[in-house]
């Protein structure tokens, strides 16, 4: 088992700060922190609750953030979306789904549905950066998108492309105005935007590094790319089979003997991390998030939640919304 699979399995523009707690009980990050000053919002435009679409593309959110020394963006569950991090300036750890990746000026690192996501700057050289999500129901994007989520593991999102940081400053400009052809410029924009990223991910330097690694290895990294950006769909493992074109005894073997743990047992755990992160972000009833995480009762999720972090969910929700 390699070194990197083992990391791996183990809408207005204004001025505000964004405030973040620090992690307290090590089983459960984001529960019982204290409050502190991590990232000033230059521009902000979020549209989580009815995202716009321009062209190809619907936008969820773009911005322009400065962060404050040792501060960033607190960990956070991607959902549907798709994400640039376009670093202006500065230097970042981003982790994901457990994986750091440093990150410095001229770095755009790329994240995926699902995805558990945390910022954290540099203190000795603040980070700057812009970012862009999106999601699309084109089906030619579409497939191209998924495609890249099976084969770029987290340690190998990162690439660079002059393009596309001058792209979301123009969208963010556009966005600030009520000019004519504005839909249509921005439209232009973001299809270019996707573009330029799936050249350099699919086709380019990112992509080669990633086809690097052994066969078993690449297979293990799409078996559990599949499961993070597919966490709230999946019926059954027997769906990675369907997705990969495998036979799942043959996957599931292959899994234990190149990570030393099965799929299941990943599976499990991303299914965990994604309940805890929807109880410490949104207002949820208890059998709305086993109903979502495909358990067969709200009685067999808080018993799984309970022995995998100590605490019921139902705990875990109350003491979080008492912080």
């Not at 911005?63 to 549907?80: I, S, V, Y």
């Not at 799936?198 to 052994?214: F, I, P, Q």
Request: hydrophobic share 35%.
């Amino acid at each position: 088992m390699t070194r990197g699979l083992k990391k791996l399995y183990n809408t207005v523009v204004e001025i505000k700060f964004y405030g973040q707690k620090q992690r307290g009980n090590p089983a459960l990050p984001g529960f019982e922190r204290k409050r502190k000053k991590l990232a000033k919002f230059l521009i902000d435009k979020c549209y989580f609750d009815s995202p716009p679409k321009f062209g190809d593309f619907y936008l969820v959110q773009i911005g322009r953030r400065f962060c404050e020394a040792g501060g960033g963006a607190e960990e956070h569950l991607h959902k549907n979306w798709y994400e640039l991090t376009v670093v202006t300036d500065g230097k970042a750890d981003i982790i994901t789904n457990g994986k750091k990746t440093e990150v410095k000026k001229g770095d755009i690192y790329l994240s995926f549905p699902c995805d558990v996501h945390e910022i954290i700057s540099s203190a000795r050289e603040p980070l700057k950066y812009d970012f862009f999500s999106f999601y699309t129901d084109n089906e030619k994007y579409g497939e191209l998108l998924s495609k890249l989520s099976l084969i770029c593991p987290a340690d190998s999102r990162v690439f660079r492309d002059g393009h596309i940081p001058a792209l979301i400053s123009d969208a963010m400009s556009e966005l600030s105005g009520d000019a004519p052809f504005s839909e249509e410029i921005l439209a232009s924009v973001f299809g270019q935007i996707v573009i330029y990223t799936l050249r350099n991910t699919l086709y380019g330097k990112t992509a080669r590094t990633v086809m690097s690694v052994s066969g078993a290895e690449m297979l293990c990294y799409q078996i559990m790319n599949y499961i993070d950006t597919n966490i709230f769909t999946m019926s059954n493992l027997e769906d990675i089979s369907a997705a990969l074109k495998y036979n799942y005894a043959y996957l599931s073997g292959l899994f234990k003997k190149t990570t030393g743990n099965t799929v299941l047992s990943y599976y499990q755990r991303k299914k965990l991390e994604a309940a805890r992160l929807i109880l410490l972000e949104e207002n949820t009833k208890i059998g709305e998030v086993s109903e979502r995480l495909g358990y067969a009762s709200p009685y067999s999720f808080s018993r799984a939640f309970k022995e995998a972090y100590g605490i019921s969910p139902k705990q875990y929700s109350k003491r979080r919304s008492s912080n």
